[in-house]
């Protein structure tokens, strides 16, 4: 039987495609066993099979509406939705899964799934599940719904269980939500020194950062903000113009412009303009101003020109992409102008939902299993 227990240095080197059709066969000689459907649902994703993945997840929390089966489901739901087969003359409602559907070929569509999500998990959760990836779970779900109060309940039990940097980053983003910034602070530096092999995201240092700024702890701030310029430049994950805000919070303009001026702005939104502009006004560098200003709104006029001019492009994308453009065109002159008028661009920063793979049995990141056959 394929199992879970593989050398992650083999990984890719797993023909998934044979050791699907191993399950499928197994599934088939002994159908009510949710431990191979689960292990078939998770090979089907590294497939790209996700209605079939979908599929066995269903069966088995039917077949054994255990913690497992059904808080994979969820998790399935939550992450992926549902899909919806449509129907045609040669198509079923429904599929039966003991039996072999006659179909040449099925269509389906996918939809969100997050209540069946919801429903699922708070079940689980009222009989205390003993690992906190359901309390994670359901903490992204509140937050999602911008419900940060019962979100901050279940993150606490899940941190009881096990502290991750999910659930305290999440936790953290919570407490930040709701304006208390020495308890976000506190959350987003436990949480990054819990970086592992599943979740290396520099973004809860990057909070942490952020809230030591907003609380006027400046030298600490700018020690958070050295030590993510290393990081971020060491593993390549270009955070540059976002760490760059932590100086512009501190009104240190000069390392703000030093990050900016290094920029390549063809690949950054217009948005990023305004505290960049402004940190060049209170450095009395208008010349600056204007020659990025200039350059930019020339750049957007000559890809707009092209798009126009373009015979195959349609002309509904055409009307669209003007409109766009000239609305961004605006947005730059009224930044230069309103900086002009001492007005300061207001950083209004937002934490980042942790996340990671909660999937019960995912050999990929070697998540345990719990007791399939309990509550």
Same mark, same amino acid.
């Given at each position: ?12 080197e797993i023909d998934f495609e044979k050791v699907s059709l ?9 159908? %009510? ?6 292990? +078939? ?107 940060y109060e019962e979100a901050i309940n279940v993150l606490k ?36 020194? +819990? ?31 050295? *030590? ?27 390392e703000f412009v030093n990050i900016y001026s290094k920029l ?5 939104? *217009?948005?990023?303009?305004?505290? %960049?502009? %402004? ?60 900086? %002009? ?17 909660? +999937? ?16």
């Open positions: 039987m394929f199992r879970r227990s593989m050398n992650m240095s083999k990984y890719d191993q399950l499928q066969e197994q599934v088939e000689q002994d159908p %009510y066993n949710v431990k191979l459907r689960n292990e +078939l649902a998770i090979v089907c994703m590294e497939t790209n099979e996700y209605e079939e993945a979908f599929f066995q997840l269903q069966a088995a929390a039917k077949m054994k509406p255990s913690i497992q089966p059904l808080y994979n489901l969820a998790y399935f739901y939550f992450t992926e939705g549902k899909p919806i087969i449509e129907a045609t003359s040669n198509t079923k409602e429904t599929r039966n899964f003991e039996e072999e559907t006659e179909e040449e070929s099925v269509s389906y569509t996918w939809e969100t799934a997050d209540d069946e999500a919801f429903d699922i998990v708070e079940d689980l959760l009222k009989n205390k599940p003993d690992h906190y990836f359901p309390y994670n779970l359901m903490g992204e779900m509140y937050i999602k719904e911008e419900k039990e899940g941190i009881n269980l096990t502290p991750s940097l999910e659930n305290l980053s999440n936790l953290g983003l919570c407490y930040y939500k709701k304006g208390m910034l020495p308890e976000a602070a506190e959350c987003f530096h436990k949480a990054h020194r +819990l970086r592992s092999c599943n979740n290396y995201g520099l973004f809860p240092l990057l909070s942490y950062g952020s809230c030591l700024a907003q609380l006027g702890r400046k030298s600490e701030a700018r020690e958070v903000a050295k *030590e993510l310029l290393f990081l971020s430049e060491k593993e390549e994950e270009a955070l540059e113009a976002d760490i760059a805000e932590i100086y512009y919070i501190l009104g240190d303009y000069e390549d702005w063809d690949f950054y939104s *217009e948005a990023f303009l305004p505290t %960049y502009f %402004y940190s060049l006004w209170k450095l009395s560098k208008t010349k600056e101003i204007e020659e990025l200003a200039s350059k930019t709104i020339q750049r957007k006029e000559k890809e707009m020109k092209e798009v126009i001019q373009d015979p195959e492009e349609e002309e509904d994308f055409k009307e669209e992409y003007e409109e766009v453009t000239m609305e961004e065109i605006t947005f730059i002159k009224n930044a230069v102008r309103e900086v %002009y008028e001492g007005k300061a661009p207001i950083i209004d920063y937002k934490p980042q939902v942790e996340t990671r793979c909660y +999937l019960y049995g995912c050999f990929r990141h070697t998540n345990s299993n719990p007791n399939y056959f309990s509550i």
